[in-house]
């Protein structure tokens, strides 16, 4: 074994080890795309299974964005597994639908779909964990594209080494591309090549492929190291952020029947560092991009009047309620019957309504259509005379 080769299976141990991402023993699903960064991961787990007693399956998914090219992925996986004699879990998910249905990038539902499929599969196979084969390469891209979003602390941390939700870790953000690459030709590791890797279709692409080459060039340094450095740095800080964001985050955030409430007052108490990072708790709890002027919009509501509201994604929408701000999925209609006193006001839930005569009215012969906040539609039938004049002051 040549000493490039015997190094990086070095680090890769000792990053596992000293980051605490698995135990001996453990039971772990490698997530293999078939690539190159996803292959040296299997190759380095196969020769680290001996040693740490592990057991080891593969998770592989077909998000049919490339036709024929996926399925052949698909088949390259299943034939690797076959020949290690790993139990593999795959599966074949509908994309393009999924991001028209949601409203949202195939990138991101793609990502959505991985996931949630892994999940299943962590649990299908008692696993301890999901490994995943992000890189150094890809924390610095992600840490730039946050950075040009405005995401706050949590977004310049970069890629965490586990996953908020679920257990999932990426024992490969030691590597660079670079290094990841070199191993693969030396150590002969097969793969397959992804098209898309050069298509300038998606924004990570475009980051990877010009604005880091440009900005290296420019500023004659490596920028994908400056951008890992900012990251261990974020992380670090993020910790001690949190540390003082959590006693508060109670007092600011609470579940409601209607969605999550923000208490308006409590949250202006609080520095701006503070007031951001409980705002990006929320948008990342509610799956809601954390982006700057998503943030911006979330605090100029405050100072609006109640009834105000804004969509923050395609399925979560803010609006102010008083002292609050209420974040929940789109409001449904549902019919209900209330009596109502023109003049005065009555309560239904957590609303109370007021009804004077300076309404628009809209409706058929008897019915009166009600438009009032938060969105609700009250229904009622009247008895007047002239159904096209009705009664007032």
């Not at 290690?84 to 074949?92: E, I, K, M, Q, W």
């Not at 100072?303 to 929940?328: C, K, N």
């Not at 012969?365 to 009664?391: G, H, Q, Y």
Request: glycine share 6%.
């Amino acid at each position: 074994m040549s000493a490039l080769r015997k190094q990086f299976r070095s680090r890769f141990e000792e990053f596992i080890r000293s980051r605490e991402l698995l135990a001996p023993s453990a039971r772990v699903v490698l997530s293999v795309s078939g690539g190159v960064d996803s292959m040296t991961m299997l190759s380095l787990f196969v020769e680290l299974q001996r040693r740490w007693n592990l057991t080891l399956s593969i998770g592989h998914v077909n998000h049919q964005l490339r036709g024929e090219e996926s399925d052949g992925d698909e088949a390259f996986v299943r034939h690797t597994a076959e020949s290690l004699g790993f139990s593999l879990y795959s599966a074949r998910v509908a994309t393009k639908e999924f991001a028209h249905t949601h409203n949202t990038g195939k990138q991101e539902a793609a990502r959505e779909l991985r996931y949630r499929f892994l999940e299943q599969v962590k649990q299908e196979a008692q696993a301890d964990a999901v490994a995943t084969a992000h890189n150094a390469d890809d924390n610095a891209e992600t840490v730039l594209m946050n950075a040009l979003r405005g995401s706050g602390m949590h977004g310049l941390a970069g890629i965490p080494l586990r996953r908020e939700q679920g257990s999932v870790i990426r024992p490969m953000l030691f590597a660079y591309r670079k290094e990841i690459n070199q191993f693969a030709s030396e150590a002969g590791v097969a793969f397959r090549e992804d098209s898309s890797n050069a298509s300038h279709e998606y924004t990570r692409n475009r980051i990877r492929l010009n604005v880091i080459p440009y900005l290296e060039a420019s500023l004659e340094t490596n920028i994908a190291q400056s951008l890992n450095r900012i990251s261990e740095i974020m992380r670090e800080a993020g910790q001690r952020v949190f540390a003082e964001t959590a006693p508060i985050y109670s007092q600011v955030v609470s579940e409601i029947h209607a969605g999550t409430a923000i208490n308006i007052p409590e949250l202006l108490k609080q520095s701006p560092l503070v007031q951001d990072e409980i705002l990006l708790s929320v948008f990342r709890k509610l799956n809601v991009e954390p982006r700057a002027e998503k943030l911006f919009n979330v605090l100029d509501l405050c100072a609006g009047q109640t009834g105000r509201s804004l969509s923050l994604s395609s399925s979560v929408t803010v609006y102010r309620d008083r002292d609050h701000l209420v974040l929940r999925s789109p409001l449904q209609l549902h019919e209900f019957t209330l009596p109502i006193e023109i003049g005065r006001h009555c309560l239904h839930k957590d609303y109370r309504y007021n009804f004077t005569h300076r309404m628009i009215l809209v409706g058929g012969k008897n019915e009166l259509v009600l438009m009032v906040f938060p969105r609700v539609i009250i229904r009622t039938m009247l008895a007047w005379t002239d159904p096209k004049k009705p009664p007032g002051p």
